[in-house]
């Protein structure tokens, strides 16, 4: 059990280690990359619970639902002009808190009903 836990503890900080990276990284270019950033952030969580389930690891609902939430939007900013698709501004950050919200309600009902 001790060594699942390590690893986990492994597998979060290679995530936020990647994260900062691609925060300082994408600083380094010009111009605007919330777009990239937003999908790198997607790709890492959504790798980090890969790597969980692979080493059998429990994933985290939370990053799962947040990993595919931004590499959705990722994706639809990035391919935007490609596709022709309408402009549309949401609040990222407020709605992004009212996601994580949802997702923890979900969690915490499906634990009651569980008993």
Known sequence: MNDIKTLNKRYEAVAWGAMFILLGGLSL???????????????ILLGLNLARYLSKIPMNGVTIALGIM??????VALLRPVLNLPRFELPLFPVLLIAI?????????KRMANG
């Open 70 to 75: 931004a590499f959705v939007l990722g994706m």
């Open 101 to 109: 919200g949802v997702v923890i309600l979900g969690q915490a009902a």
């Open 29 to 43: 270019i010009p111009g605007e990359q919330n777009d990239v950033f937003v999908l790198g952030i997607g790709v």
